[in-house]
């Protein structure tokens, strides 16, 4: 698999990583073991004993990681021409303002509105006054606030591939591990309520069922295979001719 990005695609930033040694990695290693017992509901849960919001910080830098890294392989089929608007299907456009040097949203290309997203989210991330690194350095007032702006936006990337993408993401093989890594975040999200459900809604369908299988895992059914195969993983995703923008 290609995880670096494109030729093309200078723009990229390195990866936030945590440090080994801190207690930040530590609490990673315990999500990484947790991961790996398959219950992602159980595996989502602040660790006991541990603080709300560094469980929420090293998370965050976790998921933006995995999406830098799967959005990293679609950059060869995710072009200027290719993705002219930054859409999750027909009805949601997304225009990209981040608040502070651009606060009229403007209308640009997909891979240009993720490449402002991820360089924002970057910067967050690397600001030790809202996500400090250090031991016993506080987390300011405002990171839930952040914290909950990062993922939603991150969301969209989601939302994107999915969307646009996902034949793609099939032919490379990366759809189990895609799906993992979205409902990793779902679960993540749903568990400390950090992103509005209307914010969900390009990929509520397919949440629905992600999730929906899980909890009927103790039952009989086990629901069919969300998003497996190749084609459209969002069949029933349009209706409607309204396209709703969001910043
Ligand atoms: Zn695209």
Redesign the pocket.
């Known amino acids: 698999m290609n995880f670096i990005f494109g030729k093309n695609n200078k723009t990229f930033r390195p990866k936030k990583s945590i440090q080994e040694g801190t207690h930040q990695y530590d609490l990673l290693q315990k999500a990484a073991k947790t991961l790996g017992s398959g219950d992602l509901r159980l595996a989502v849960r602040l660790p006991e004993g541990e603080d709300a919001n560094e469980w929420i910080a090293v998370n965050t830098v976790d998921f933006f990681n995995q999406i830098h890294m799967l959005y990293g392989t679609?950059t060869e089929?995710?072009t200027d021409a290719?993705?002219p608007v930054m859409s999750a299907g027909p009805k949601y456009e997304y225009h990209w303002a981040d608040g502070e040097k651009i606060k009229k949203p403007i209308k640009c290309t997909?891979?240009r509105y993720i490449d402002y997203l991820l360089t924002w989210v970057q910067s967050q991330l690397d600001d030790e006054t809202l996500f400090p690194s250090k031991i016993n350095v506080p987390f300011p007032k405002n990171f839930l606030s952040v914290a909950k702006t990062i993922l939603k936006r991150l969301f969209r990337i989601y939302a994107?591939i999915y969307h646009?993408?996902f034949k793609e993401v099939c032919e490379l093989k990366e759809e189990a591990h895609l799906n993992t890594s979205f409902k990793h975040f779902i679960y993540f999200v749903q568990e400390f309520n950090l992103v509005e459900r209307k914010e969900l809604a390009p990929l509520q369908e397919f949440i629905d069922r992600l999730t929906s299988r899980d909890s009927s895992r103790s039952g009989a059914s086990a629901g069919g295979g969300a998003a497996s195969g190749s084609g459209g993983a969002l069949a029933s995703a349009s209706g409607g001719s309204s396209v709703e923008q969001t910043q």
């Open positions: 679609l089929f995710c290719a993705c997909a891979p994107h646009q993408h």
